[in-house]
T-cell receptor, first 119, second 111 residues
Framework: AQKITQTQPGMFVQEKEAVTLDCTYDTSDQSYGLFWYKQPSSGEMIFLIYQGSYDEQNATEGRYSLNFQKARKSANIVISASQLGDSAMYFCAMREGSRGGSTLGRLYFGRGTQLTVWP | EAQVTQNPRYLITVTGKKLTVTCSQNMNHEYMSWYRQDPGLGLRQIYYSMNVEVTDKGDVPEGYKVSRKEKRNFPLILESPSPNQTSLYFC??????????FGSGTRLTVV
């Protein structure tokens, strides 16, 4: 079973509008971390935002906010005031907690959502 | 500058010719890992290392080897590359309590 599911292969948004990219995850661990990365056409992986499973408040980083719904196992990212430079592939990822140390630090990725921002 | 450095950035090689992709980090991170990225599949973990001399398989380890003789380096070795290993490869490192830092990627083509 997929650990991370991103159901939107592609999304389009007009400049200055907000957009939500969906991410659901599957884990039986109590301690885990959720990440979002941006990959522009140049290929590098750029860290955007992190949410820990025990964090009570939703994470925010500038124009990025994470809508964390633990009971639904959902970690959607909201990008506000979209810019043309936001056009990129976006990946959701999860790090599971320790289970005898065998999976500590492993990072599971979704298949990504290609975001296109148009003027 | 804190970074993860991969070399080479681009490589075209022939089937069966052994190659090594190097990865080095200057942040004294204990955890390092390798991923491959293929269209429509996201990033999949190949191998990871929790510390020096400690390595373990990820989701797609077949055809790859790694070693972790020193903390800063984590090379990825393809003993006999095949065309299905054509991919974009990323190395990443992490310290406990911090996020993952990725290298710039290595685009490998095996013909």
């Amino acid at each position: 079973a997929q650990k991370i599911t991103q159901t939107q292969p592609g999304m389009f948004v007009q400049e200055k509008e907000a957009v939500t990219l969906d991410c659901t995850y599957d884990t039986s661990d109590q301690s885990y971390g959720l990440f979002w990365y941006k990959q522009p056409s140049s290929g590098e992986m750029i860290f955007l935002i992190y949410q820990g499973s025990y964090d009570e408040q939703n994470a925010t980083e500038g124009r990025y906010s994470l809508n964390f719904q633990k009971a639904r196992k959902s970690a959607n990212i909201v990008i506000s005031a979209s810019q043309l430079g936001d056009s990129a592939m976006y990946f959701c990822a999860m790090r599971e907690g320790s289970r005898g140390g065998s999976t500590l630090g492993r990072l599971y990725f979704g298949r990504g959502t290609q975001l296109t921002v148009w003027p | 500058e804190a970074q993860v450095t991969q070399n080479p950035r681009y490589l075209i090689t022939v089937t069966g010719k052994k190659l090594t992709v190097t990865c080095s980090q200057n942040m004294n991170h204990e955890y390092m890992s390798w991923y491959r990225q293929d269209p429509g599949l996201g990033l999949r973990q190949i191998y990871y290392s929790m510390n020096v001399e400690v390595t373990d398989k990820g989701d797609v380890p077949e055809g790859y080897k790694v070693s972790r003789k020193e903390k800063r380096n984590f090379p990825l070795i393809l003993e006999s590359p095949s065309p299905n290993q054509t991919s974009l490869y990323f190395c990443a490192s992490r310290e406990v309590g911090s996020g993952y830092t990725f290298g710039s990627g290595t685009r490998l083509t095996v013909v």
